[in-house]
Structure formats: structure tokens, C-alpha cells
């Protein structure tokens, strides 16, 4: 296992290369979840960046990023693996039209295997073990979180035609939720934890100077000043970084030096998703742009 | 850090004062822990923090115990332990999240002639009519939202009733409105073919398909969200509406919420397999019982907290008697919102059960356009019979 996943200041400076800023917490996550080789449960609000932190770490550790994207009714055929049943078919039509017998250990080989993201995760053989990412889990449903413990705990699958696939490396679970759903116990168990806060002020503008590099630092103050004071309104769906993130390239996209009111409201859309917080931010513009002009 | 220190020890004795503190460690957490100190060793307090937090510390609600608790056990170190203080929000989070309570050390205090509606109200705090120094006082009828110091402790919960209440639920989810999920399931009447077993179950007849499996989607019991109203003017219902909390907490799949002028999630708290443990923890767990009223506020609350989600296609029961001291207008776009996220909204008031009882005052006219169904509630047998009447809707 590579050494520098040992520190987390030194996951922190890899990620920081890859332009992912990470705190000291996510950081030490990270480390752990790449030192001992167990998986790590993201929670955070929306938009946080949880799905972004599997992403940047898999750039980071120069290894591949295999996604696997849940939802209720996910199935082992389309998680762990699935038979060709169509090449089957054909090549049962084949042999009898040649005369030959087919038996069934000619059938069940790797030609005829489909491999979906856990087994192919598993089965990855690259320099470095992949960082594996099962986003919004919490929008599987329980016979899915099931088929999961065997791999969580194990890191193999087992396929009863061929065997047991054992994984020579352990690969890097990373899995999000949106806690729409109360995750099992059981799951929790065997995951480590972090909660991804939403960062301060002087962090977002950070964050924003990296993600938006051709945005001007006086534009970065501003938005940042701006997210912050809607995010304290009673708002139906606060906005969250990524929002802030596309709110910044729009402005920037559509040359904006300075945040002024015209400004504000033509790219609200990036910020206030509801037409009952529109209405909230529009009547509030007043306090929210007056302090700015003041700071 | 920590040169010369037994790991195993110290890991085992921090897990123990946390669990003393509510917060659930399991012994994989334990061992995690101390594969962390080994091969990540940290050099400060802040790192150990956060190697113990996210080996330890497993859902959300346990993080703020946590914290506690490691302030406690390390408190001499300068480092500052708590390294969120300064990042939390300005205003506190919408909705209160489910941590575990404390059951009270005594019980709670003795109350003459429990279970009698017409018990003299005890005085609330920070009313505008000056003290009446005899401590009778005339029930207040003006909703109000201020919060008031309850010393009532919810009514004792009759097993008699429970049991009928459970009795009802347990026939009426027999027959609940259901959901299409998108799971699939063998049935032999399906739409759709299922590939994979159709061939194993043609090896038998040499790799010809005759005949087919079929599967369906598997039709799931809808989610039951209850919010309960238990502000003053609710307070002589206070006993029904627990009995059926209760009932509706015990049963798969079901979120209770409680509100007066703040919101509280039950659900953990009343399913508790104790009802009275249950109600000792809810009277803990309920600050702001019997005070006054705020429904949009806290419809608003229950809608954009991590809990609102699972109003998505359920079934909402609102118990409440339509006093609210928001304005209506706020009501109605609330409501308008919850409507068009649930599946079906039903209002139950225990005010409709008079006579001659006709929705025409404020709160309550402007929530009715938004409610499928509003129906008298005001006895445990009435509850009963708004649980049937969803399941015979189905």
C-alpha cells in the first residue's frame, strides 16, 4: 500500500493538486479509508461535494474510478454481474447446427460474463486498486443494501458457475447518501463515517478561486458574501456549493466585473430553485446587497 | 501522542464512556479505531479527534455527543476540540434531529387527577394577562407562539386503548394504499419476462425456452408520515393522539413528528418496546408541550429538514385544531408544498367532532383546499376509525 496514504496532510496536498480542497477531516477520512482498506459512508447536505471527493481521489491516486449509480430496484444482474444470454442462445444454435454437444462448463466460462462495476472492481488489475463509488445508496432499497455485505466485509463475490472472485487488492469503497432514507445498521457497521459540513467563508472563497479560475477575486468575495447571507434566510432548498460553483461560472461566463442587483437577478436561476424562494430572495435583496456594499 | 499508552485499552475505555453517553459504538468500530492509531499515528489532539470521530462515530446524530464526550476526556489540551463550533450556521438547522434522550433519573411529577379533561391548565409563561395569584385560570383561546415552561408530562398511555388502536392498525395495513416500487418479483400473471431464470429452467428441456417466468414490480404499503399538534389548545386530546403515535411508531415504515412552536421527531423515541419508558422519553424529548402554535412554520421545518424526503408519496396525517398563529396565507403555501410532495393528505381535528363545526376560520380554511380529507378526531375510537377509513380508500 502506498505510503503516503498513511498521512493525511500528505492525501490533503495530493488532493489539493488535483484542485479538490479537503479539511482536516476529510482528510484523515480518506487516509483511513485507504489505510485500512474499509469503506466510507459520506453523508452532508446536498451539493457538498461527496460524489466530487470520490472523483478528485481517484485522480489523486492515479488509479481508475468505477461508479456505480443506485436506485430502488437495483439488482445483482446490474451491480455484480450478469450472464450473456443472447451469445448463449446462439452459441447453443451454433453447435447444434454443427452437430457438436455443448456442455454446460463450455457455456458458464468468461467469455460469456458480463461484468458490472462491483466485480469489475473486484477484478481490477491495474498498478494502484481502484476507488470504487456507490453513489446515493440511500436510494437502494434493503435487498439491495443485502447483497452489499458480503463484498463490504470480504471485498469477493461469488458466482456459483465459476467460483469465488477474491479481490487482490482491496479497492477503495467510497459510498454517498442524501439521508432520504435511514441506512441498516448492519451497513453502518462495517463503513467508516464522515459528515462533509458545509464549509466557512474563507474556504468557499477557496474553493471557488479553484473551480472558477477565470473569475475575478473581487466577483469570488462578493458571491461568497452573497451565498453566505441567502443561505441565512428561511429558505425552502439553501443553496450548496455546487449551485454557488455554477452561479460563479455564469457570472463569469456572462462578463460580470462587479455583483450588482441587475446581475443578481438575472442569474438567480443558479442559486434559488423554488419559485416560493425566489420570491424570498427578490424581497430581501435590499438587505442582502446594502450589507455587501457596506463590507 | 500517546507514546506509551496501551491502545487496546484506551480504545476500549473511550468507546465505554461513549456509550455511556448514548452514543452506539459497536466493537468493528472498536477495532477500527485502534488499526487507526496504528497505522495513521496522530500528532496532535485535532488529528486524534478526527480519526476517533470517523472510526466512532457512525450517523449524524451521534456527532454532537460525541464531541461531549471527547471534550470531557481531553479537555486539558489546548487544541480546540471542536473544530465545527465556528463552521455551524448562524440559525439553528430545520428540525430537530433524532438524538438519542436521556430517560429522566426520577419519574416525572405527580399530576392530581391525571387523565381528567377538565383538570384546572397550569400556568404558562410570558402571557400578556398579568398573574392571577389563585393559579386557576381561564384556558387560553387565542392561539399563540410563545413558548411556555411545561410541567405537564404527557397523559399515561391505557393499554385498553393501545391495544384497540393497535388492533385497528394492524387490520386497516392489511389493506393499505400501496405504491408500484420499481423492485421486480416472480409472479406468474407479470408483464415481464424474466431472462435469467426462464433459461436455467430451460436446460431442462434442452435450452428451449417453453416456458416462461414472469415477474411484476412488487406493490409496497405506502409510508405513514404523522405530525401531531400538541400546543395548549390540544392538550385535552393530547392522551387519544398519543395512543395512535404510538401504534403508527410501531409499525414498519412510519415517521412521527410532534410540534407545538418547535418540531421533534419521535419515531426512535416511541418505538421504544416499553410504552412507559416511551412516554418518559417523549416528555423529555418535547420541551415545548402545551404552548402555543405554529403549523406552517413547522410544516415548513418538517419539509426542508433530512426527514422531508420521506413525506415523497406518503400518506400525511395532520392532527391538529386549525389554531395556528402564522398567518394563513404562509398555511396555505405550506400546505400547498406538502400536497403536492405526499400521496395523500388527510387533516384530522378534533374540533369537527361538535356539532354545527364548519371550516371557515382562518388557518383552517386556507389548509383545506390542500387536504384530501378533513374528519372529526377526538376519541381514541374516532382515531380508529380514520385509520380504517384510509385503508378502505385504498
Known amino acids: 500500500m502506498s505510503s503516503w496514504a498513511a498521512d493525511p496532510v500528505e492525501v490533503g496536498r495530493r488532493m489539493d493538486r488535483v484542485d479538490y480542497l479537503v479539511d482536516e477531516g476529510l482528510a484523515t477520512a480518506l487516509s483511513l479509508a485507504l489505510t485500512l482498506g474499509l469503506p466510507l459512508l459520506l453523508e452532508g447536505e446536498p451539493g457538498v461535494g461527496k460524489t466530487a471527493a470520490a472523483r478528485a481521489l481517484a485522480r489523486a491516486a492515479e488509479t481508475e474510478l468505477i461508479r456505480l449509480q443506485c436506485y430502488e430496484g437495483l439488482t445483482a444482474s446490474e451491480a455484480l454481474y450478469e450472464w450473456n444470454y443472447q451469445r448463449q442462445l446462439l452459441a447453443i444454435r451454433l453447435a447444434e447446427s454443427r452437430h457438436e454437444t455443448l456442455a454446460d462448463a463450455d457455456l458458464f466460462t468468461e467469455e460469456f460474463l458480463q461484468e458490472r462495476p462491483i466485480l469489475r472492481a473486484v477484478r481490477f488489475s491495474g498498478p494502484e486498486p481502484p476507488v470504487l463509488l456507490i453513489d446515493e445508496i440511500d436510494r437502494a432499497d434493503d435487498e439491495f443494501e443485502a447483497l452489499l455485505f458480503e463484498f463490504l466485509g470480504e471485498a469477493s463475490i461469488t458466482v456459483p458457475e465459476l467460483g469465488t472472485f477474491a479481490a487482490a487488492r482491496r479497492p477503495t469503497v467510497i459510498l454517498t447518501s442524501n439521508r432520504s432514507r435511514e441506512l441498516h445498521d448492519a451497513l453502518r457497521r462495517r463503513c467508516l463515517y464522515h459528515w462533509i459540513e458545509f464549509p466557512d467563508g474563507g474556504r468557499v472563497a477557496s474553493i471557488l478561486r479553484r473551480s472558477v479560475p477565470s473569475a475575478t477575486d473581487a466577483l469570488i468575495a462578493s458571491t461568497t458574501q452573497f451565498v453566505g447571507r441567502v443561505r441565512r434566510l428561511d429558505l425552502d432548498k439553501a443553496p450548496g456549493l455546487a449551485e ?10 456572462l462578463g460580470v466585473g462587479e455583483l450588482d442587483r441587475t446581475a443578481v437577478v438575472r442569474t438567480l436561476g443558479a442559486i434559488v430553485k423554488t419559485p416560493d424562494d425566489r420570491r424570498t430572495v427578490l424581497g430581501s435583496l435590499d438587505e442582502l446587497e446594502g450589507r455587501s456594499h457596506g463590507a | 501522542m500517546l507514546r ?15 456509550r455511556r453517553a448514548g452514543v452506539a459504538v459497536g466493537l468493528t468500530g472498536v477495532e477500527a479505531f485502534v488499526r487507526g492509531l496504528a497505522e495513521c499515528p496522530p500528532e496532535t489532539a485535532g488529528s486524534l479527534y478526527w480519526v476517533a470521530r470517523v472510526t466512532l462515530a457512525q450517523r449524524h446524530g451521534d456527532l454532537a455527543a460525541f464531541d461531549r464526550v471527547f471534550a470531557e476526556v481531553f479537555s486539558d489540551a489546548a487544541v480546540p476540540v471542536d473544530p465545527h463550533a465556528r463552521r455551524r450556521p448562524a440559525t439553528p438547522p430545520a428540525g430537530r434531529d433524532d438524538a438519542h434522550a436521556r430517560v429522566p433519573s426520577g419519574s416525572g411529577p405527580d399530576e392530581p387527577g391525571q387523565g381528567l379533561p377538565w383538570r384546572t391548565l397550569p400556568p404558562t409563561v410570558g402571557t400578556e394577562e398579568t398573574g392571577d395569584p389563585s393559579g386557576l385560570r381561564v384556558p387560553e383561546r387565542l392561539p399563540s407562539d410563545l413558548e411556555a415552561l411545561a410541567d405537564v408530562p404527557f397523559e399515561q398511555l391505557d393499554p385498553a386503548g393501545l391495544a384497540l388502536l393497535d388492533d385497528w392498525l394492524a387490520a386497516a395495513l392489511r389493506r393499505w394504499p400501496t405504491r408500484r416500487s420499481r423492485r421486480m418479483a416472480r409472479h406468474h400473471s407479470g408483464q415481464r419476462p424474466a431472462l435469467r431464470p426462464t433459461l436455467e429452467r430451460a436446460r431442462r428441456t434442452g435450452y428451449e425456452p417453453l416456458e416462461l417466468v414472469r415477474t411484476r414490480p412488487v406493490d409496497r404499503p405506502r409510508r405513514v408520515v404523522m405530525l401531531c399538534d400538541v400546543s395548549q389548545s ?19 415504515d412510519a415517521e412521527v413528528f410532534a410540534f407545538a412552536t418547535r418540531l421533534t421527531r419521535l419515531t426512535a423515541i416511541l418505538a421504544h418496546r416499553s410504552p412507559d419508558v416511551a412516554i418518559e422519553l417523549a416528555t423529555a424529548a418535547v420541551t415545548d408541550r402545551f404552548s402555543g402554535t405554529r403549523i406552517a412554520t413547522n410544516v415548513r421545518r418538517l419539509l426542508a429538514s433530512p426527514h422531508g424526503d420521506k413525506c415523497r408519496g406518503a400518506i400525511v396525517l395532520v392532527a391538529s385544531d386549525g389554531w395556528d398563529a402564522d398567518p394563513p396565507e404562509q398555511l396555505a403555501s405550506a400546505m400547498a408544498r406538502l400536497r403536492r410532495r405526499a400521496y395523500r393528505v388527510v387533516w384530522m381535528n378534533p374540533r369537527a367532532a361538535a356539532p354545527g363545526f364548519q371550516p371557515l376560520v382562518g388557518a383552517m380554511a386556507a389548509a383545506l383546499p390542500y387536504c384530501d380529507a378533513l374528519v372529526p378526531a377526538d376519541s381514541i375510537r374516532s382515531l380508529g376509525a380514520v385509520v380504517s377509513a384510509i385503508a378502505r380508500s385504498a
Not at chain 1, 454557488?244 to 461566463?253: K, N, Q, R, Y
Not at chain 2, 506509551?4 to 461513549?18: E, H, Y
Not at chain 2, 390540544?234 to 414498519?252: E, K, N, P, S
Request: net charge positive; no cysteine.
Open chain 1, 244 to 253: 454557488a460553483i455554477d452561479w460563479l461560472s455564469a457570472l463569469s461566463m
Open chain 2, 234 to 252: 390540544m392538550q385535552h386530546h393530547a392522551a387519544a393522539y398519543f395512543h395512535l403515535m404510538r401504534a403508527v411508531a410501531t409499525t414498519a
Open chain 2, 4 to 18: 506509551a499508552v496501551d491502545r487496546a485499552a484506551f480504545a476500549t475505555a473511550f468507546a465505554l464512556r461513549l
